[in-house]
């Protein structure tokens, strides 16, 4: 088998998400991707519909599932390739997550309305397809609205510079921490999805670490490790060239499996596109492969 391999890409099981299982196999034929894992938010939904969508095209799809969690008080993103979908403990992440994921996104969307924006809950729950909706859903939801072109507090995210990641820079203006939409995280513990995964036939690898919310540091990395992390997403849309680095580094001194992600969403990551990380092939699946419990 030759080619790149992507082991984190979403579809239209997120609510952020754009493109089904069967087109991103499509997607991944045309470019050359030869493993594909699709980790849908906090799901694995997009199973077994992937596997039969893959079967006969030459790609491989590895299921997985990103979660999002707590780690001394700060959101990490964590993969779980191989995991077995049907297992009991994928549903009590995925349970646990999207429990919390809805009280979230209803207080996101009391706070907005509080503030004077132009937003219903019911708008939000049509507009994510009966899903859990993430905050950039939200925001794409409010910023889609023909109203709010008209209010002049929105104006800045409709600017050429900023509308085609507008939903974007609305989180991180109102959604983050301290900002006027903040509201508490509800996510599930990190150490806790750590002991879960083997249960589920899944290792463990660590979203792109260097991201704005994470800012993993090395003492974190050594802590996930001696709890069951067995990779760390290197390369991906998130780093930069140094903190790739860094990283690969740390990957390496740790005994921790490198891996590739774009994190490709569609319209909510415009600036990402399909086969953009190409670093990893697929021996770096048949590493992970080994670290399987």
Not at 63 to 78: A, D, K, W
Not at 197 to 222: C, I, K
């Amino acid at each position: 088998m030759s080619g790149f391999v992507d082991l984190h890409i979403h579809s239209d099981h997120s609510s952020d998400g754009d493109f089904s299982p069967a087109e991103l196999i499509g997607f991944a034929r045309e470019t050359g991707c030869c493993v594909i894992s699709i980790a849908d938010h906090d799901t694995a939904s997009a199973y077994p519909e992937a596997i039969e969508a893959a079967a006969g095209s030459g790609v491989e799809v590895i299921p997985s599932m990103e979660v999002t969690t707590l780690f001394e008080g700060r959101e990490f993103h964590v993969l779980l390739p191989f995991l077995d979908w049907t297992a009991a403990p994928v549903a009590t992440i995925a349970d646990c997550v999207t429990g919390g994921r809805f009280i979230e996104a209803r207080e996101r969307v009391e706070r907005l309305r509080a503030l004077g924006l132009d937003i219903s809950w019911e708008e939000v729950e049509a507009g994510a397809k009966g899903m859990a909706p993430l905050g950039v859903t939200i925001a794409r939801i409010l910023l889609e609205k023909p109203g709010s072109r008209r209010d002049p507090r929105l104006a800045k995210y409709y600017t050429p510079e900023k509308l085609p990641r507008a939903a974007s820079f609305f989180y991180q203006d109102y959604f983050m921490d301290g900002r006027p939409a903040s509201v508490p995280k509800r996510h599930i513990e990190l150490l806790d999805v750590l002991d879960l995964a083997p249960a589920a036939g899944a290792v463990a690898v660590l979203s792109h670490p260097g991201a704005y919310f994470q800012n993993t540091t090395r003492e974190d990395l050594v802590r996930l490790k001696d709890r069951g992390l067995a990779g760390v997403e290197v390369f991906t849309s998130y780093h930069t060239a140094e903190q790739t680095s860094h990283y690969a580094a740390a990957a390496g001194e740790l005994d921790l499996v490198p891996t590739a992600g774009s994190d490709f969403h569609g319209r909510v990551k415009p600036n990402v596109a399909f086969g953009s990380i190409r670093d990893c092939g697929p021996e770096t699946v048949e590493e992970l492969r080994k670290r399987r419990p």
